[in-house]
């Protein structure tokens, strides 16, 4: 399930949720179906993208990444198959629970309309590498993964939890989509050698310099559409706390200039747990303010 992934899926949902309870009253299971609803579809992406990567030949030997259960020879295609279905079975499950604990209905316009995004998501989720024209392989991850990692869990989070559309939120679910636009880009980097047969990336397209400008230009531009959100929206010092999670980004940055292929494997785990931390404490500065 690629368990060190799952804190970037919650980086955004938290943040949203988190936004929503400085002026609503969130009861605490709209709070854990809704985590939970994007913990499941987190997996089912996983799930998908090792079976699709296993099909296509991108899970070789010659990988740089870590080795997954497929390429091991812990499960068989047909049990992940099973692993796939019944997550999407699951997330259903959670999506409509999450739907009907916010708005006690399924039908009113609010509720259909997140049937809808979810449904958008759980193919999304799916076709990332799998089925037979996969988006990410057509070097169009990026786009999804910005749209379903950081607009969707900001935007989409806030308003299961406060019933309210807040445009505003999009800039730190923009920010939270750079960060999570860089997990890929630093995980495309890491792979161009085992991926130049099977698949089409932003690193491939660009080469690896410009694709390491590109990664430092996301997480700049992340940082400033975060301080932007910040200056506007709040007062006092409190909602900068997040600032303190400047050192971990520059180390990253450090090291994705200076490492290659294998060796930028750490610098995966460290984005991830950095935006964790960065949308926790974003979302208790604002709290708090």
Request: hydrophobic share 45%; aromatic share 10%.
């Given at each position: 399930m690629r368990l060190?992934?799952?804190?970037?899926?919650?980086?955004?949902?938290?943040?949203?949720?988190?936004?929503?309870?400085q002026g609503h009253d969130v009861p605490w299971y709209v709070i854990l179906l809704t985590v939970m609803t994007t913990v499941s579809l987190q997996i089912l992406?996983?799930?998908?993208?090792?079976?699709?990567?296993?099909?296509?030949?991108?899970?070789?030997?010659?990988?740089?990444?870590?080795?997954?259960?497929m390429q091991e020879g812990g499960l068989t295609e047909d049990e992940m198959r099973s692993c796939?279905?019944?997550?999407?079975?699951?997330?259903?499950?959670?999506?409509?629970?999450?739907?009907?604990?916010?708005?006690?209905?399924?039908?009113?316009?609010?509720s259909e309309s997140l049937v809808v995004l979810g449904g958008l998501a759980i193919w999304a989720a799916m076709h990332?590498?799998?089925?037979?024209?996969?988006?990410?392989?057509?070097?169009?991850?990026?786009?999804f993964v910005f749209t379903f990692f950081g607009l969707v869990p900001v935007t989409g989070g806030y308003f299961v939890a406060s019933h309210d559309i807040?445009?505003?939120?999009?800039?730190?679910?923009?920010?939270i989509g750079l960060f999570s636009v860089g997990v890929l880009n630093v995980n495309n980097i890491r792979d161009m050698e085992s991926d130049a047969a099977n698949r089409t990336t932003i690193p491939l397209r660009i080469g690896k310099?410009?694709?390491?400008?590109?990664?430092?230009?996301?997480?700049?531009?992340?940082?400033?559409?975060?301080?932007?959100?910040?200056?506007?929206?709040?007062?006092?010092?409190?909602?900068?706390?997040?600032?303190?999670t400047a050192p971990l980004y520059i180390k990253h940055l450090t090291g994705v200039w200076r490492l290659d292929s294998k060796a930028l494997d750490p610098m995966l785990p460290m984005l991830v747990i950095s935006t964790f931390i960065f949308a926790l404490l974003a979302g208790t500065g604002y709290i708090l303010m």
């Open positions: 060190r992934t799952l804190p970037l899926s919650t980086a955004g949902i938290a943040l949203g949720l988190m936004l929503a309870c992406s996983n799930l998908s993208n090792e079976l699709g990567d296993w099909l296509s030949g991108v899970d070789s030997d010659d990988r740089n990444g870590p080795q997954y259960s796939i279905r019944i997550t999407v079975l699951v997330c259903m499950i959670l999506g409509l629970g999450m739907i009907r604990a916010s708005f006690k209905t399924i039908f009113c316009i609010e990332y590498t799998l089925g037979k024209n996969p988006y990410g392989y057509r070097g169009l991850g990026d786009l807040g445009l505003w939120t999009l800039l730190p679910g923009a920010a310099k410009n694709a390491k400008i590109y990664h430092t230009i996301l997480i700049i531009t992340g940082w400033l559409l975060m301080l932007t959100f910040t200056i506007l929206r709040t007062r006092g010092l409190l909602p900068y706390l997040y600032v303190l």
